[in-house]
T-cell receptor
């Protein structure tokens, strides 16, 4: 069965410091991988995705993620955190062979950037 | 803004009732999917409609049903509401096409359903 694990419920980081939000996945074959962010009372917003190619993917708002096939991980990173980055972050996978946009989401990691 | 709107934003129902949630997709998108997000959980896939036909379903019972209309709007219907149906319901639209590199879901802000 496909699954996504976000091992940290919350990550605290000081403004200006680098941040990492972890994600590991379990899925047969080669998946598509995504990060979405959710602000209070809002739907999810797309940050970035890995489809194929370079393992380092750059996305919106200065975020990037590194795909590591051997460790089945797709950690989200940012070199310098902003207070405005504080939000709920979701990692998601989709079966590459699926004909539907059935995303499997992790349980989310709350990022708190301290001023 | 994603261009996806959902109504109502909040809804309170009692157990056993039926509810209809509505979504207006981004113009030009041919696919809509619905997700249920329980408190403290990630969204869970309910089903997907492509060109007005259901073409994928998650582990949800038949009392969850949907419709997609030619004008890019869609509905999620839930019959015989149960207490565990209390959740945020998210609609996401997308343009399914030839190139996976274009894949992206555009989510609405959701409908918060409370079942008492």
């Amino acid at each position: 069965a496909q699954s996504v694990a976000q091992p940290e419920d919350q990550v605290n980081v000081a403004e200006g410091n680098p941040l990492t939000v972890k994600c590991t996945y379990s899925v047969s074959g080669n998946p598509y991988l995504f990060w979405y962010v959710q602000y209070p009372n809002r739907g999810l917003q797309f940050l970035l995705k890995y489809i194929t190619g370079d393992n380092l993917v750059k996305g919106s708002y200065g975020f990037e993620a590194e795909f590591n096939k051997s460790q089945t991980s797709f950690h989200l990173k940012k070199p310098s955190a902003l207070v405005s980055d504080s939000a709920l972050y979701f990692c998601a996978v989709r079966d590459r062979g699926s004909g539907t946009y059935k995303y499997i989401f992790g349980t989310g990691t709350r990022l708190k950037v301290l001023a | 803004e994603t261009g996806v709107t959902q109504s109502p934003t909040h809804l309170i129902k009692t157990r056993g009732q039926q509810v209809t949630l509505r979504c207006s997709s981004q113009s030009g998108h041919n696919t809509v999917s619905w997700y249920q997000q329980a408190l403290g959980q990630g969204p869970q896939f309910i089903f997907q409609y492509y060109r007005e036909e259901e073409n994928g379903r998650g582990n949800f019972p038949p009392r969850f049903s949907g419709l997609q209309f030619p004008n890019y709007s869609s509905e999620l219907n839930v019959n015989a509401l149960e207490l565990d149906d209390s959740a945020l319901y998210l609609c996401a639209s997308s343009l399914v096409g030839e190139f996976a590199t274009n894949e992206k879901l555009f989510f609405g802000s959701g409908t918060q359903l409370s079942v008492l």
